[in-house]
């Protein structure tokens, strides 16, 4: 299932960084497609994105909201919200575990060896505060002379924007060069730390920091696709704990806001089958799957 | 206890609407804001470098 997950990672990213013509071009893709939400974080202004990215739209929308009023047009943002609470209405954080590039980069700088920490488990709360402070309410109240504001994580936080369109442009563009100062050094600064906090640690991005993540955490308890756990046949071996890259103790919080169903729990560590994926109440895998799991292995 | 451990519970016997009903709660929050051309708006945006994002702006 982990090299089924990888694949799926895979996929995900390419179709959302599908426009290999800018090396030529040294510009961003500017077709129709970017009107599409993406569904995890992939900041639009990398050069190969080919769909926008949910929190940016979002930010320039409630930024935006004041002059859009003036101007007769109600974009609160409607579009953007309905696409992302859609996606997190049905997969939650699966998305983060499935399809979310900076999150899969994440995955792939852990495997460098290196000495590996856990996080702190605190530290969770932090990227609720970045989404309503950072995303909502600073874009939308902090607002300039002619009533703009500014996308603030985008701005000041996020290190996928910096890795994934700050660098490669400024690689591009040679004008763009002349006008870095202090704002992107210390864009620098945070998505050098989180490359290296990812290096020792699972994921540190998404568990701390992820605004996209947060808001899918809000549908932990409601979304379509999730997994139970079955009371009667766990053990309380603890076996789930060990491979969780979350630092989630399914047995312990089987609805953990954390948890993004990246299944490993199920399928590498639970001998019992107390572990089942379900959509909306139905069963999707459980003992079958487990079958089919052990059969992959044997070969 | 949470409802996700409640032993004996026979999973496909129930389907659990609340995941549905959100997403059409979405579903409608997304279809005002294609019908106010909010996406035309996102576009826009989209097409542009954002220098903030980069962190030049
Ligand atoms: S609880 Fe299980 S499915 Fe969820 S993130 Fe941890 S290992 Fe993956």
């Keep these: 299932m982990e090299f089924v997950r990888k694949w799926v990672q895979t996929v995900a990213g390419f179709l959302m960084n599908g426009y290999w013509l800018f090396p030529w071009t040294r510009n961003i893709y500017q077709g129709p497609l970017k009107v599409l939400c993406a569904p995890g974080l992939n900041c639009y202004s990398c050069p190969a994105a080919t769909t926008c990215c949910p929190l940016g739209a979002l930010q320039q929308l409630l930024g935006g909201v004041r002059l859009a009023i003036a101007s007769g047009q109600y974009f609160f943002g409607w579009y953007i919200v309905g696409a992302m609470g859609l996606m997190g209405g049905f997969l939650g954080r699966m998305i983060c575990g499935w399809a979310c590039p900076f999150g899969f980069c994440q995955e792939l700088l852990h495997k460098l060896p290196s000495p590996k920490f856990e996080i702190p488990r605190g530290l969770r709360h932090l990227k609720f505060a970045i989404l309503l402070l950072f995303v909502i309410l600073l874009p939308l109240l902090a607002v300039d002379e002619f009533g703009l504001g500014s996308p603030w994580f985008c701005k000041y936080i996020c290190p996928a924007g910096t890795l994934e369109a700050g660098v490669p442009l400024l690689i591009l563009q040679p004008g763009l060069r002349e006008t870095i100062g202090f704002l992107f050094f210390s864009k620098f600064v945070i998505m050098t730390a989180f490359i290296a906090w990812a290096v020792m640690a699972s994921r540190p991005f998404c568990r701390v920091a992820c605004p996209l993540g947060a808001f899918y955490a809000l549908f932990g308890k409601v979304r379509a696709v999730r997994l139970r756990l079955d009371a009667h046949k766990c053990t309380n071996c603890n076996a789930c704990h060990q491979v969780c890259p979350m630092g989630v103790k399914f047995n312990e919080s089987p609805d953990d806001t954390e948890c993004i169903a990246c299944l490993a729990c199920m399928h590498q560590a639970c001998k019992f089958d107390a572990i089942s994926l379900e959509f909306c109440g139905l069963p999707l895998t459980g003992a079958r799957g487990k079958r089919l799991a052990a059969t992959e292995k044997t070969g | ?57």
């Design chain 2, 1 to 57: 206890m949470s409802e996700n451990r409640k032993p004996g519970r026979k999973p496909d016997q129930t389907i659990d609407k609340a995941p549905l009903w959100l997403s059409l709660f979405f579903l409608a929050l997304l279809l005002i804001g294609i019908a106010i051309d909010e996406p035309g708006r996102v576009l826009e945006q989209a097409r542009q470098i954002c220098l903030s994002c980069i962190g030049v702006g």
